[in-house]
Each structure stands twice: as structure tokens, then as C-alpha cells.
């Protein structure tokens, strides 16, 4: 894994958690729009509520989005740990900006007060600091 990837991870879970998040919105903006049966009488198809079936999907759904909120601290906490092994404080703060905050290439330029080009420069340095310190992991990690 390049050190761009291990970075990228927390957003990719980031963004998978913001579309569980529409998926449950439509489907309580569904269910609320439903009615359940009021009487005993059998009301053709299956017989299943759909209501109940929408809170049963919604209910699961919730608890994908439990999960994957875990998957994503653990994430962004392992990632944040890796930035700050990082010895140059730029470099920190450019990937603490953009793998941790999501901001632009050009928000960091403004924040940092540097132009574009830089930015992106100090962004393959940074990214050879972060190699070295998964390198080092994996040396470590090595029976």
C-alpha cells in the first residue's frame, strides 16, 4: 500500500458512512410516508407490514453505521498516530490538513500561505516521510 492509500483510508470510510447516512434518510423519509394497517383484515400480497419492513432495513442499517463509525476512528486515530511521527512540522500540518480535515489542495495553500505548486511539493516530501515511517513499521513488524 502506497503511503497515499494508507492515508486516503479514513475519507474513503468517511464518504461510505456520508452515503449509509442518505440511504437511512430516504429510508425514514419513506417509512414516514407509509401507514400501517389499522385492521386484522388480510390486505393481499405476503401480508407483511411494509412499515415494519422499512424499520426492520432502517434498524440494520443503523447498526452498519455504528460500525463503520468504529472502523473510521480507529482509522482517522491509526492515521493521525502516523502524521505525528512525521519530524517536519509542515509536513505534519499539510497531511493532518488534507487526510485528516478533507481540505483542498488550494485551502492548504491559503492556510499554509504557500502557492499551489509548493503545496504540492511539500506534499511528495511529506509522503517519503510517511513511507519511511510504514517502512520502519513493517521492518518492526516482521518476526
Same mark, same amino acid.
Given at each position: 500500500?502506497?503511503?497515499? %492509500?494508507?492515508?486516503?483510508?479514513?475519507?474513503?470510510?468517511?464518504? *461510505?458512512?456520508? @452515503?449509509?447516512?442518505?440511504?437511512?434518510?430516504?429510508?425514514?423519509?419513506?417509512? /414516514?410516508?407509509?401507514?400501517?394497517?389499522?385492521?386484522?383484515?388480510?390486505?393481499?400480497?405476503?401480508?407483511?407490514?411494509?412499515?415494519?419492513?422499512?424499520?426492520?432495513?432502517?434498524?440494520?442499517?443503523?447498526?452498519?453505521?455504528?460500525?463503520?463509525?468504529?472502523?473510521?476512528?480507529? /482509522? *482517522?486515530?491509526?492515521? /493521525?498516530?502516523?502524521?505525528? %511521527?512525521?519530524?517536519?512540522?509542515?509536513?505534519?500540518?499539510?497531511?493532518?490538513?488534507?487526510?485528516?480535515?478533507?481540505?483542498?489542495?488550494?485551502?492548504?495553500?491559503? *492556510?499554509? $500561505?504557500?502557492?499551489? *505548486?509548493?503545496?504540492?511539493?511539500?506534499?511528495?516530501? @511529506?509522503?517519503?516521510?510517511? %513511507?519511511?515511517?510504514?517502512?520502519?513499521?513493517?521492518?518492526? $513488524?516482521?518476526?
Amino acid at each position: 500500500m502506497t503511503p497515499k %492509500q494508507y492515508l486516503s483510508r479514513a475519507r474513503g470510510i468517511d464518504r *461510505r458512512i456520508g @452515503a449509509m447516512l442518505e440511504e437511512r434518510a430516504q429510508l425514514w423519509a419513506l417509512a /414516514t410516508k407509509m401507514s400501517s394497517p389499522l385492521t386484522g383484515m388480510p390486505h393481499g400480497g405476503s401480508g407483511a407490514d411494509p412499515l415494519a419492513h422499512s424499520v426492520e432495513r432502517i434498524i440494520l442499517l443503523e447498526h452498519d453505521i455504528d460500525d463503520m463509525i468504529g472502523s473510521f476512528v480507529d /482509522t *482517522r486515530d491509526e492515521i /493521525t498516530a502516523a502524521i505525528a %511521527q512525521v519530524e517536519d512540522g509542515r509536513y505534519r500540518l499539510l497531511l493532518h490538513c488534507r487526510y485528516i480535515l478533507g481540505l483542498s489542495w488550494e485551502d492548504i495553500g491559503n *492556510r499554509m $500561505n504557500y502557492d499551489l *505548486r509548493w503545496v504540492h511539493r511539500l506534499h511528495g516530501h @511529506a509522503l517519503l516521510a510517511v %513511507q519511511s515511517i510504514l517502512d520502519k513499521r513493517a521492518v518492526m $513488524n516482521t518476526p
